[in-house]
């Protein structure tokens, strides 16, 4: 069972709104991630950190900030939600040694957001 | 460029039938495969993870293989359930840097009527 969750589940907001994702981890993994997922489509890859104070962004752009101050806690943040962010947002983490390694990755629930 | 495809789009069987999703990639330097299910609404969950070296891995009724000669990986569900019906996802990662970067492809929603 992986111990990663993210908070809001579903979330309906205004456009203009600003909005801030939360993911935590529970099992001391220093990578970690957020992806982008609309329906029927694959996942890609916005932002990732390595551990604390890293962030880098991913493959696609996106217009939203992260931030590693606790090597628990990865916050992903909107200044100014607009429709076209409407999409599910997945964290996920693993132990440092990467995906070449062989090591899991551990996926939260999602956070569904929708911009009106 | 680095592709990871697979087929169906998409799949209707019954209860207690078998079934086989494909994943062809195209990714280079190999690393592993992994197929990971994606109930709706929820995160995806790993089911299996495949090395070069590997051919067939099994994990309960999930049996993935690999032939990484062709580029090919298959994942069989054995007498399915209604609570397979799931998005299942196949990701290739390459060992072009240590940290390995993954490539995902669309995935197969599987529906298993009763």
């Known amino acids: 069972e992986a111990d990663i969750y993210q908070t809001p589940r579903y979330l309906v907001i205004g456009t203009g709104k600003k909005i801030t994702l939360e993911c935590s981890q529970t099992m001391g993994h220093d990578k970690m991630y957020w992806y982008q997922q609309d329906p029927g489509m694959e996942l890609h890859l916005i932002h990732y950190s390595y551990g604390v104070n890293s962030t880098e962004k991913g493959d696609l752009s996106s217009e939203s900030t992260v931030s590693r101050i606790r090597t628990e806690h990865f916050p992903l943040t909107l200044e100014s939600a607009r429709p076209s962010h409407t999409s599910q947002y997945l964290c996920?983490?693993?132990?440092?040694?990467?995906?070449?390694?062989?090591?899991?990755?551990?996926f939260g629930e999602g956070s569904w957001l929708t911009v009106v | 460029k680095n592709q990871v495809e697979q087929s169906p789009q998409s799949l209707i069987i019954l209860e207690g039938k078998n079934c086989t999703l494909q994943?062809?990639?195209?990714?280079?330097?190999?690393?592993?495969l992994r197929w990971y299910k994606q109930d709706t609404g929820r995160g995806p969950v790993s089911l299996t993870i495949m090395t070069f070296s590997e051919n067939t891995k099994s994990n309960g009724r999930y049996t993935a293989t690999l032939d990484a000669d062709t580029k090919q990986s298959s994942l069989h569900i054995t007498a399915s359930q209604l609570s397979d019906s799931a998005s299942y996802i196949c990701?290739?990662?390459?060992?072009?840097?240590?940290?390995?970067?993954?490539?995902f492809g669309r995935g197969t929603q599987l529906t298993v009527w009763p």
């Open positions: 994943c062809n990639y195209t990714v280079s330097p190999f690393s592993n």
């Open positions: 996920a983490s693993e132990a440092l040694g990467g995906a070449g390694t062989g090591n899991t990755i551990y």
């Open positions: 990701v290739v990662i390459d060992r072009g840097s240590t940290l390995g970067r993954l490539y």
